[in-house]
């Protein structure tokens, strides 16, 4: 039997349009969802120590199990996680809903990375987005970082 190939990304972008345009409250609806999603990382059976230790499989995560981006980079340091993408998935579809509907991008960054947490021993002291860096007319490239502590 032929193995038929599918680049699954086009659907992913019309699908996750479609998705922004239907919710009342793109931002805060998107964030939920993808915390449930990041919430899927709690399912495995591994607690980690450290948000260090957390850093390195949530990379893995996204990039191996989730696919998101063609490269990423995930580092903890002196409570401020940076998040490094190249090749989003979902930033050519963030960019059309932002033109075209003239209304802030919603990125999933931070649902995800607020449901993985859980897999970190102690109780989140502090979650909170900090900055996003884009280069100027670049799409799917960014560098995002969260102040995090846990206790």
Known sequence: MQKIEFDSEPLLQEFQFALLCSLKDPKRELNKACSVIGERFGDIDIKFSS???FANYFQNFLKDYLNIADGVSVKYENHV???????????????KFK???????????????????????????????KATEKPPETVGVCTTTYEVEIE
């Open 81 to 95: 996680l940076t998040i490094d993408i190249e090749g989003c998935k979902f930033c050519p579809a963030n960019t």
């Open 99 to 129: 033109i075209e509907k003239k209304q802030g991008a919603v990125c999933p960054l931070g649902g995800l990375l607020r449901g993985a947490l859980k897999n970190v021993d102690g109780k989140i002291k502090l979650f909170r987005w």
């Open 51 to 53: 948000l260090d230790e």
